[in-house]
């Protein structure tokens, strides 16, 4: 984004086109500054994931202080990234043939690009493409240590090695490390239930790691971590793992109902107009698309609905989007005064439940600072 490319005069909370995103910088820099000192105490490296906002301003400040490595979950993403001038990008969604073609039009873009399987058929029809495309990848092996999603189980030993001697003795590919995702701290209620989970996780993977070592595979690198995950650990980590938090940067209404963030904290949230008024609810233009329908969160925490609602300054009003239907958000208000006080095209911002999902479903967004409008930052989207 140029300046050129910016309204001229800058749009207000007030008059910015609804449904739109909104991004507090204060809160984002502090998000972004308590992570950054927390991986520095645990002594890893911090390779931010970038797909929650998809942006280079911000994977910009995430980075700073450290080697400079993000992680992606598109190659849109990739390639946004490789023209903002990013040279070190992991590519954490396992990769099948159907993306060899651009995943190396990527990686002679970059210095490097990491990309990951759990499969070890993969590499050597990665390896023929890659030699074809005359660039070399790195590649992690997914284990999985309890979430179930991909990965090789953690305890398939001899499946892992096959993997591994089928990367190690592949051209053009080198074993980066093993990598894993415990998505099962989300379903944790408590920050000791998250520990518990993170060390496990940590100690998994170092299992996974030395056993590799011992069989002559040498895995650099051990890369875990979820926001949840990382904030809960509290003990220093080995040298050779790598961190990749992503949603601590915007944190949302998900993370600050399990307790691992503040309200406060939640650096996005969806400016929206209120386009219909009933006895006891109001419905605004923030439906299913402008703050997705990710109701994930609400199976724990019913609260929260679709999103947390508060005034055009972003101050609580104790409201919650129950219901959406593609550009209609429906929020009950039983308080009568309060409903006087939401006319028609009043403006409200909405705490997304889980903003990574919110932040993917639009082209910009207004930062902000003191409720002032100072800057529009696109969004990487696509695949
Ligand atoms: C592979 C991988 N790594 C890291 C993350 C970041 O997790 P979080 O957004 O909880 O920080 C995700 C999130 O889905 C992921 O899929």
């Not at 092996?141 to 398939?156: K, M, S, V, Y």
């Not at 605004?284 to 999103?307: C, E, N, P, Q, V």
């Not at 219901?323 to 009043?346: C, N, S, T």
């Amino acid at each position: 984004m140029t300046a050129a490319d910016l309204p001229d005069p800058l749009p207000d909370l007030l008059t910015i086109p609804t449904p739109a995103l909104i991004l507090d910088l204060e809160r984002l820099t502090r998000n972004i500054a308590r992570m950054s000192a927390h991986v520095a105490r645990l002594g890893a490296r911090l390779r931010p994931h970038i797909k929650t906002h998809k942006c280079p301003p911000i994977a910009r400040q995430q980075v700073a202080g450290w080697f400079g490595g993000v992680t992606i979950s598109t190659l849109a993403e990739g390639f946004a990234f490789a023209d903002a001038g990013f040279d070190d990008l992991l590519y954490a969604v396992p990769l099948e043939p159907g993306k060899f073609r651009r995943a190396c039009d990527l990686a002679r873009r970059v210095r490097r690009l990491a990309v990951i399987t759990d499969d070890p058929d993969l590499p050597p029809l990665l390896s023929a493409a890659a030699m074809a495309a005359g660039v070399a990848l790195d590649v992690f092996i997914e284990i999985d240590c309890g979430d179930g999603r991909t990965g090789l189980p953690f305890a398939d030993a001899a499946r892992i090695a096959r993997t591994a001697r089928a990367i190690a003795g592949a051209k053009g590919l080198a074993l980066a490390g093993v990598l894993t995702h415990a998505g099962q701290a989300y379903a944790a209620r408590a920050a000791d239930e998250r520990r518990a989970i993170a060390e496990l996780e940590r100690d998994r993977m170092q299992r996974v790691a030395a056993e590799l070592e011992r069989l002559g595979l040498e895995a650099p690198c051990v890369s875990i971590g979820s926001t949840p995950a990382i904030v809960a650990l509290d003990a220093p980590l080995p040298p050779n793992f790598e961190v990749r938090p992503g949603n601590y940067a915007f944190f949302d209404a998900f993370q600050a109902q399990c307790g691992v963030c503040a309200f406060d904290d939640c650096a996005l949230t969806v400016l929206t107009a209120v386009i219909h008024r009933g006895a006891d609810k109001v419905v605004t233009d923030a439906g299913a698309i402008a703050l997705s329908k990710d109701i994930g969160a609400s199976d724990f925490f019913a609260k929260s609905g679709y999103g947390l609602v508060g005034d055009v300054a972003g101050r609580s009003l104790g409201l919650r989007v129950a219901a959406v239907a593609q550009e209609h958000g429906r929020i009950p208000v039983p308080d009568r005064a309060l409903l006087d006080r939401l006319p028609l095209g009043a403006r409200l911002r909405i705490a997304p439940n889980h903003s990574c999902l919110t932040a993917a479903q639009h082209a910009h967004y207004w930062v902000v600072v003191a409720d002032r409008v100072v800057d529009r930052w696109p969004v990487a989207r696509g695949w």
